[in-house]
């Protein structure tokens, strides 16, 4: 579920991927609606596919915290508080097994399952998009945390010299620094220090992808932003392994489409703790994009069988 | 194993200590040696007890990471390299399931057993003592890591401002600020820019406790001191909150006998991250002292059986 659509896909009991649906998350006609119609989707793809919706089971991924209980606190792109999504689901699908988890939390399943972390039991699943979230994946199941928070590192506060406040109200998070709009707001301030001239100076709008790309093609202060963003996050992840310690580390979102480079400079950064010299986790790109939640979701499905 | 003392303990399978014997690590002997004076004092509790040894398991704690195969790749204060310690000792005892862990996350295990984090079935577990350490427990489980690195806290990188290295190799890891080493340390640095007199100042060789009674007595620099060396202790616990989500902090080594004044310096530092608002791990004080370490042995042996 997402804050503008929900992708609903129509997986075998082995894993396969048989169908899929995308529908507009209709928030402003309020919770019940919001479900009906994924409830109404979900029966429609069985209905094509001639599965009876009694041998199925569901999982969902949702924007917000989500505990090991499947309670939701709050979820405020969908504008809903204090209830249990996967009950919720349930209740209008013939009290078939729907399970929940935090979106993050389930994308990580799907990378661990069918994506860039197949293969390994454990993994830290780091997306980097608009913000930046965090899902991990122990012997093969969804770390949730006693309150939903597990594997949120995106509002870890790496960096005291930030002077600009984050939506969470903290002040240096992991999110302002590695984030889409991290990069760009440190490109500018690059930018404006700089003293030789910059290909970045071109754009009006300017993207991360821009920045990106211009730091590949060797421009200084491109070069500069991305290894000034990405030294916090090697740094969390190198705190992180510190922690939990995973096999292997995934990156996706929007930002990752960056690639080897990317990853690179993170892994550069990453590997700098003498501590880890002999512990070091592998790094992956993400392979499922968008779809990394859905294949999740259905994992999670699987489990409930 | 410690590096000066073996503490062995033979429980009852309801989890009961029955009887519990130190001996030497004789280090300087060699690991056979060692590991057959162990074996001895197995053999000498059960018989002292009339058990059979093919009815018993056995659990052990040891001073170095363990991954989950059970390999130990360095102890450096048991001089001993790269061999698997459940199985050696197994092998000296007619082959009876033996199941080795890291010491620190072993004594986490007890606590949450038997001590401080009882009731708690997830649990991160800081030992203040000469260095830190740490151990992670979720759903009543190790976290070992993939490389045995799980709950290593006490090497984060966590005051890169600090001019000293670590005996890691690092800089600023929170051993060298939340230790009691690291806690006399700072004290003199603030003794020596205090521009009032200081009670620490008549200590020829001031000690992690003395600085804690004299900051509980109200002397500036000392108060000083515990809040400046425990806010990098709180942020971490935050950190560590936003990757794990634990129930229950628990605290314990040396400087855990300070008490409740010190649980509540840290936890104050700690709830200073807004996110973290509704998801406020319970703060407990370690209850088991030196013994924590043996539960959680006797509770990883009644995992084997």
Known sequence: MGGTTTKIGLFSSEGKLMDKKEIPTRVAMGRKSVFQDIAACIRTLTQDHGAALSDCSVGMGVPGPIDETGYADVMVNLDMYDFYPGKELSELLEGIPVKAANDANVAALGEMWQGGGRGYKSLLFVTLGTGVGGGIILNEKILHGAHGL???????????????????????????????TGIVRN????????????????????????????????????????????????????DVTYVIDPEVVVIGGGLSKAGQYLLDVVYNHYKRYPKLKKCLSDFRLAQLGGDAGMYGAARLALEEK
Chains 1, 2 share one sequence.
């Open 150 to 180: 597990g594997g949120e590192i995106g509002h870890i506060w790496v960096n005291p010299d930030e002077p600009e406040t984050c939506n969470c109200g903290g002040h240096g998070c992991l999110d302002q620094m590695a984030s889409a």
């Open 187 to 238: 490109a500018k301030r690059f930018m404006a220090k700089a003293e030789k001239p910059s290909a970045l100076e071109k754009f009006d709008n300017l993207t991360a992808k821009d920045v990106f790309d211009a730091a590949k093609a060797g421009d200084e202060v491109a070069e500069k932003t991305v290894d000034y963003c990405m030294g916090f996050l090697g740094k969390n992840i190198a």
